[in-house]
């Protein structure tokens, strides 16, 4: 279709690296290029597939441009996983309950009221462990609304894949009922400590 003034994307790439417009090969003279009208025609014709956008390839998709959504889908499956973390309990917040609870042992006399015993050392203990949870439930819903609201600042048309929603709703669900127990426990509403 050379013939015809239009080129391919792979014919615009070639010409376009071999002649680039101001070199001595790109403008030439009319003896060389075999007229000043000839080259200029090219350079136009190279010119408007370049701003037009190289045609798409036949075994491409038309929805390949974009961002892939890996990292909603990571974020959703994060949001998710902390969301189970801050009901079921983590790591840190058992080790900084327990540390919480060795202070406690060490602050208290042994001649100090149950009540006192008991507040010292398991009190302090449990709502270590409550904020602990309530920072990883808090940590899921905020993950979890940024996943969901992404695609209001992404690409126009772009739709997010009902799996990423899906587990970004999970985790937003599971970090407000990981908030709500954790304030309940660190207010002692829930499962309070024990009259002396």
């Known amino acids: 279709m050379l013939g015809m003034g239009t080129r391919t994307a792979d014919e615009t790439e070639a010409t376009s690296g071999a002649e680039t417009p101001g070199t001595p090969e790109a403008t030439g003279t009319g003896a060389e290029t075999g007229g000043a009208a000839g080259g200029k025609d090219e350079q136009e014709t190279a010119a408007a597939v370049t701003e037009e956008g190289a045609e798409p390839e036949e075994g491409a998709e038309p929805g390949e441009e974009g961002p892939s959504g890996v990292g909603q889908g990571a974020g959703a499956l994060v949001s998710a996983a902390l969301g189970l973390v801050s009901l079921s309990g983590s790591w840190i ?70 799996w990423t929603r899906s587990a970004a709703w999970a985790g937003v669900v599971l970090g407000v009922v990981g908030l709500l127990l954790a304030v309940l426990k660190y207010t002692d509403a829930l499962l309070g400590l024990p009259s002396a």
Do not use: C, M, N
């Open 93 to 162: 917040g058992t080790v900084a309950g327990a540390r919480e609870q060795l202070v406690g042992q060490l602050r208290t006399s042994t001649s100090a009221s149950v009540a006192t015993q008991i507040k010292e050392v398991y009190g302090d203990a449990w709502h270590t462990t409550a904020l602990w949870g309530g920072l990883f439930a808090l940590a899921a819903l905020v993950v979890g609304v940024v996943v969901l609201a992404r695609p209001a600042f992404g690409a126009p048309g772009r739709v997010q894949a009902p």
